[in-house]
């Protein structure tokens, strides 16, 4: 399955752009679904009168929409987790919850999110197009997954379970209650769907497609992004400019506008053009709503011919090691961070871990086997790649004869 993951900048048009996206892949004869986790987010754009259904729905030939509902899923959970929990708050005395009087916690939309996201995955789609929250917060639910796991992992590794048997004895050597079955199973099946999500994420099928209007907050924005999307191996099939202005006006004032943006998208070309194609979308002097207008936007010269159906490209991993222990005695692991100043760019070694931090942005990355068995003898950001350097530990590598 093809997948672009849409953000951008709050207020940039990132719906209109995938809405038109998902249009030009259906219009193409892929079966596409477009997955909004906004409620408010392209319903009007499609040229519908109510909010998108929960449930995908057809919009027109090819293309399905859909919405994440936090509310739904954050009752559906609870009222799971209170049945589970039942024998507990019997005896506590405690009054069960309706699900009619539950709203959501802060927080339950990222975590809805994914669950569409893994719903999504399993719904034999040729192309998904997800409709993203704005930038920063779209990076955060993409990096969720990985550190639920590494979470999970921590609270409830799953060798422990192994030893059920032996809970009731270990529970009168502790004097404490050992977790239930239940516990370590209700964790084994949330790890279960968050590897689903994050190989959605991580595959190479995958990419990210930014939405930005021209402007100095828009760079600023873009500028923080790319450590963020370095950092946690996102692809970047496109940025996309958008309400891009005409410069053939006869009016000064929108001439003006338009002299500004044509400046701001020469520095975009000169500072993103190699990695990420600019894909201008022209503005329509009104708001887009309906198939038509996204036709019009989604044209060979901007989106069309960058569609979702099309291929990102050869995949291959944004981290990889370098063998020079012949040369230099070293193991050498490049990261590449473009973009990245060395004074924001953080590394530490704990265990089997690297936790890395650039800018506002962090990351806990298992090292590969090999890395484990070596000390890190240091590091450097050159032309915007991190190579942190690894000494094999001569005791851990076996001798050759």
């Known amino acids: 399955m093809r997948t672009v993951l849409v953000t951008g900048p709050g207020g940039a048009g990132r719906s209109t752009v995938a809405a038109a996206t998902a249009l030009a892949a259906a219009r193409r004869g892929s079966r596409t679904l477009l997955l909004a986790a906004d409620p408010a987010g392209p319903g009007a754009v499609l040229g519908a009168d109510t909010a998108l259904a929960v449930e995908p729905a057809e919009v027109t030939p090819g293309l399905w929409a859909a919405r994440v509902d936090p509310a739904d899923y954050f009752r559906t959970e609870f009222l799971a987790l209170q049945d589970r929990a039942a024998t507990a708050l019997d005896m506590l005395g405690a009054r069960r919850l309706d699900g009619e009087e539950l709203t959501e916690l802060p927080g339950s939309e990222q975590f809805a999110l994914l669950q569409a996201l893994r719903r999504a995955s399993a719904g034999g789609w040729d192309v998904l197009v997800v409709d993203l929250p704005p930038l920063r917060d779209a990076l955060s639910v993409l990096a969720l997954p990985e550190r639920l796991r590494r979470l999970l992992g921590r609270l409830l590794p799953a060798e422990r379970q192994a030893a059920r048997a032996l809970r009731p004895m270990m529970a009168q050597l502790a004097g404490v209650p050992m977790p239930a079955g239940w516990l370590y199973g209700a964790a084994a099946r949330r790890d279960e769907e968050l590897a689903a999500v994050q190989a959605l994420i991580g595959a190479g099928s995958t990419t990210v497609r930014l939405v930005a209007e021209p402007g100095p907050a828009a760079g600023d924005a873009l500028r923080v992004a790319r450590d ?65 207008d996204l036709g019009v936007l989604a044209d060979p010269a901007a989106l069309a011919e960058l569609g979702p159906d099309a291929d990102p490209g050869p995949y291959r991993d944004p981290w990889w090691v370098e063998d020079r222990r012949e040369e230099d005695g070293l193991l050498v692991w490049s990261l590449p961070l473009p973009g990245a100043v060395k004074s924001d760019v953080g590394l530490v070694r704990r265990g089997d871990e690297l936790l890395l931090t650039v800018g506002p942005f962090h990351r806990i990355v298992p090292l590969a086997a090999a890395l484990r068995r070596c000390t890190v003898s240091g590091a450097a950001l050159t032309d915007g790649v991190l190579k942190v350097r690894f000494t094999p530990e001569p005791d851990l590598w076996p001798r050759t004869p």
Request: hydrophobic residues 40%; charged residues 25%; contains cysteine.
């Open 228 to 292: 963020g999307l370095s950092l946690y191996g996102l692809r970047v099939d496109a940025l996309v400019p958008n309400k891009v202005l005409p410069t053939d006006s006869s009016d000064a004032w929108l001439a003006t506008l338009a002299a500004q943006q044509q400046k701001c998208l020469d520095g975009w070309s000169e500072e993103y053009g190699s990695a990420w194609p600019l894909r201008a979308v022209r503005h329509l002097g009104r708001d887009p709503r309906g198939l038509d």
